[in-house]
């Protein structure tokens, strides 16, 4: 029987996705994490992958099963992450989703620390790798597509641009999330699509859509972007 067969608009391309938060150890038992709950990567990954695509999604830690036909590498923190993007490059399209903790405890306890006279323990924080900025600034095996995120309480146009030069990628994924649009955690996403063309950027804005309508629509937008050389 006949039917007629999905367009594979990704066929032969390979593309790496982060998602979900990233947990950096304080001692044994503590840690500090983002809220994320990994649905918006994890659906790219699926939609990437529908599109055929080989596709290689490196999670931090969430309640979510692998997509089918996706190659799953769970990590917990920052400077696994980055360990795991740079091993599984190169790439043709680099998709970072991830909410990765910007800061971890300098000195990680060995031993569960200890309610005590002293008082609640200082904890020092070190700043973790920046894995997308890292990644968008490689001479040599930098994915030809490089995509960020930028999730924003305030001033989201003005900040995604900024994060864009200054992270040194190709697209920025800019959505609200300010606690007035209910959108944390929730299945449902605004975003703006900021494209950086050498020094001119284009925006486009997309309507209110499901993160699954979402991933659908941004893979399309990366198959366009690579059937059409720039
Ligand atoms: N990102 C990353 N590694 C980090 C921090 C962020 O790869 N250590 C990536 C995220 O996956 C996202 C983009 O960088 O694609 C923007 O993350 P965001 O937290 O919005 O940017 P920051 O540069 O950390 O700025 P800030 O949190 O201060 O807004
Ligand atoms: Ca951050």
């Known amino acids: 029987l006949w039917r007629p067969q999905p367009p594979k608009p990704l066929l032969g391309k390979r593309v790496l996705i982060t998602a979900g938060p990233t947990h950096e150890p304080i001692d044994p038992v503590r840690y500090i994490a983002n809220r994320s709950s990994g649905k918006q990567g994890y659906a790219i990954a699926a939609a990437a992958a529908a ?113 864009l030069a200054r992270k040194g990628c190709d697209w920025i994924v800019a959505n609200d999330v300010s606690p007035a649009t209910g959108v944390m955690g929730g299945d449902r996403n605004t975003v703006h699509l900021l494209m950086r063309h050498g020094e001119a950027t284009d925006l486009e804005s997309w309507p209110l859509m499901t993160k699954d309508e979402v991933a659908t629509a941004l893979v399309a937008r990366i198959a366009q972007a690579m059937a059409v050389p720039a």
């Open 51 to 163: 599109a055929g695509a080989e596709v290689v999604l490196i999670s931090g830690p969430v309640e979510l099963r692998a997509p089918a036909g996706v190659d799953l590498t769970r990590v917990e923190s920052a400077r696994e992450m980055l360990a795991a993007v740079q091993s599984a490059l190169p790439a043709d399209v680099a998709i970072f989703a991830a909410a990765v903790a910007d800061w971890r405890v300098a000195a990680e306890g060995e031993q569960k620390l200890k309610k005590g006279a002293g008082g609640p323990p200082p904890l020092q924080l070190t700043e973790n790798p920046d894995i997308l900025a890292t990644i968008s600034k490689l001479t040599e095996g930098r994915p030809p597509l490089v995509v960020g995120f930028a999730a924003e309480t305030e001033n989201l146009i003005d900040n995604a641009n900024a994060k």
